[in-house]
């Protein structure tokens, strides 16, 4: 999987906010639940943050000491580098609901 960014970019500030996301998803390969993971991601993103989001894809299998910075442990794993406070979700990305409450767009119920 290519290490470069795949990055979606818009608007630099939401008219709610003015929050910009820095969403970095680590991978290892083009396994299936790693495809899976990053579809997922792409789609909530254009949904919840449409415009205001970018998305970096670090592939593990090419440089594995990229892990040690994040303290990556699983994957796949999306970690939230903005807004602060670093907030990390293992698995496809696929629970709508568990994304919202993992990122801190929504409350736990």
């Known amino acids: 999987m290519n290490e470069n960014p795949q990055a ?18 680590y991978v290892a390969g083009r ?3 790693c495809v899976t993971a990053l579809e997922n991601l792409n789609r909530f993103c254009a949904e919840y943050m449409a415009g205001r989001y970018e ?4 592939d593990l299998l090419e ?7 994040d ?3 699983a994957i796949p794993t999306l ?17 709508t609901e568990r994304m919202l ?3 801190d767009m929504k409350p736990r119920t």
């Open 8 to 25: 979606s970019k818009g608007n630099d500030q939401s008219p709610e906010t003015g929050e910009k996301w820095l969403l970095r998803l």
């Open 31 to 33: 396994t299936p639940k």
């Open 55 to 58: 998305i970096e894809v670090v």
């Open 63 to 69: 440089n594995p000491r990229l892990a040690k910075d």
């Open 71 to 73: 303290q990556i442990i």
């Open 79 to 95: 970690v939230r580098k903005l807004p602060e406070p670093l907030k990390k979700i293992i698995g496809n990305l696929s629970d």
């Open 101 to 103: 409450v993992g990122l």
